[in-house]
């Protein structure tokens, strides 16, 4: 099984982007669905984690401007920015973490620009 990711581009500040990652096929016992960055020059950071039980994560930074959201019958998960900062600029990496295995996406660009 593999992640898809797309929705990421560049945008002006202010402006908003939806970022999906979809799953090539099943994946069962799933904990979290989630969405990490890497900013040039910085680690890797969780931005938003939906769980099994539907509780939700967002990073300091992105609450109230960014929301998570999934399908659970396509394996797939969102992530509407809105309000988009300088700040926000990194490639996006969505994670599907499951009892059997931990499956990533290849990366998605997010530039915004001033």
């Known amino acids: 099984v593999q992640l898809q990711a797309s929705g990421g581009g560049l945008v002006r500040a202010g402006g908003s982007l939806r970022l999906s990652c979809a799953a090539s096929?099943?994946?069962?016992?799933?904990?979290?669905m989630g969405w990490y960055r890497r900013a040039p020059g910085k680690q890797r950071e969780l931005v938003a984690a939906i769980f099994s039980d539907d509780s939700i994560n967002y990073a300091d930074s992105v609450k109230g401007r960014f929301t998570i959201s999934r399908d659970n019958a396509k394996n797939t998960v969102y992530l509407q920015m809105n309000s988009l900062q300088t700040e926000d600029t990194a490639v996006y990496y969505c994670n599907i973490d499951s009892d059997w295995y931990d499956y990533w996406g290849q990366g998605t660009q997010v530039t915004v620009s001033s």
């Open positions: 096929g099943s994946i069962f016992s799933i904990n979290a």
